[in-house]
């Protein structure tokens, strides 16, 4: 559509942070997301000069790659808790009601209302997978709202330290056989955060170009032109970006991100193209026979008074060998089935697959692919020294900051939305603990730091049962005492009773 230049001629921008080449690289790690990468039509010429496009096999590796990434780093068994900052509990001093405080509870209502834990670790994919995602708070119906959009519709106009600070969100949409472009200007001010909406209808049938400005009235009809966030009352945008956290070396001034495997797109050709032979290697390995043509069928045709060969669309085995007439009877049936090279085929995708994994920051193990189950991502555990491990962690550090301040804005718009019913506090700190319980391997760590103590008890009870169980402190003490209690219930142990049985016998 030519957005970039659209936008600054729209919005007043001489100069952009982004241009397009790398709003067509975005389009390109898309394309590749969506098994549509440049290199899967490949274009072949025949004998007759004739072009043909051919369809390559794919592993889709970007997809398994992005979804196994987000999986990793949050999933629904993370946790989300608001603390009002002057009673924070201190780490070992928690109870269970710690977390009934007014802006945790309206916090959770908001969450729960918009699927926030399944939409975003579904989001988080297309983060990795794509290089970036926006999320975007607004009220609607006297409720607090979540949406978010993809890395291809987020164009930055400026930037800070701290990343963008203002931006157009672009949403297309059809509606009534033509093309609208809705952009949403976010900018700020010295005093307040503004938001403008602006409508546009492509005036190709295609939609390819932006078109022109019509009322927001002919698609979203509820939709104000501006809004106006005060900065008395608001301490930050009401989007965030969120990418992965890895360098654009694309783009060194970009403030977008790069999807994980960026600077691996040679080695997912490979892959493809590798794959591609092996399935081809599956059709072309099928059994040959090459068969004297007096033994096969031959059919006159009835236009040009021919014979051929009659072929029976059932049976494709059988090649005809001319045979002169002299060595009738003495020609044979000749296997002319090739040797299949499947196991140097594969073993070529294992070791591509291990490059691919140190590529986007796994484990060499974390794929793995053979004949009898295909290709397989690991489900094995890892320990905490491990090279997914530590991407993991990479990752969660922005992720962290993402949710956080998306809960911030969510009750700063709840406490000053009049049609919203919160007036606590939105001045909070927000804990998000992520569970590692699916990358992180326990009993290695354990049986490590076991030998270098020297088999020595590495917690306290206390602690083992508050972070097996997932308890505040309070209620782990009352779990100890009651184990405590438990085990003084059950008697002396064995060897205590046969230290005080022990000559009994003699003694009778």
Known sequence: MGIIQSIKTLGGVPDLVVDDAEISRISAWTRAY??????????????????????????????????????LVFNQAATITAYDKTK??????????DAENAPNQCLQ??????????????????????GGIMAREYVNNGEVKIRFAAADAVIPISQDENGITECVIATSKVANGRHYTLLEWHRETDTAYTIKNELYKSVASDGSDLGTQVPLSEVY??????????KAKYTRPTFQYLKPNIANNFNLDSPLGVPIYANAMDTLQMLDETYTDLMTEMQLGK????????????????KSGKAGW???????????????????????VQDLTPALRNETLISTIKDLLKLYASQIGLSASAFSFDAATGLQTATEVVSQNSETYQTKNSHETLVERFIQDICISCLELAKNATAVKYNDTADVN????????????????????QTITGNKP??????AIKRANGLDDDTADKWLEEIKADDAGQGPDVDNILMRTAGEDNDA
């Open 88 to 97: 924070t509990p201190e780490p070992g001093k928690t109870t269970a009601k």
């Open 34 to 71: 969506q098994g549509q990468p440049a290199w899967i039509n490949p274009k072949v010429t025949d004998l007759d000069g004739r072009q043909h496009v051919e369809r390559m096999m794919s592993l889709n590796m970007p997809k398994v790659s992005a979804k196994k990434m987000a999986t």
């Open 458 to 463: 590495l917690m306290p009870h206390r602690e």
């Open 430 to 449: 927000v804990v998000v603990n992520f569970d590692d319980s699916i990358a992180k391997d326990r009993d290695e760590n354990a049986k490590y730091y």
């Open 221 to 230: 009809p509820e939709l104000k032109e501006a809004s106006e966030y005060s």
């Open 109 to 130: 209502g908001i969450l729960r209302a918009n699927h926030f834990s399944v939409n975003f670790e579904r989001w988080a994919e297309y983060c990795y997978a794509t």
């Open 310 to 332: 009659y072929v029976d669309p059932r049976e494709h085995l059988y090649l005809p060998l001319k045979v002169d007439e002299a060595r009738q009877g003495t020609q044979g």
């Open 287 to 302: 059994r040959k026979l090459a068969v004297p043509d007096y033994m096969l069928k031959r059919k006159v045709d009835a």
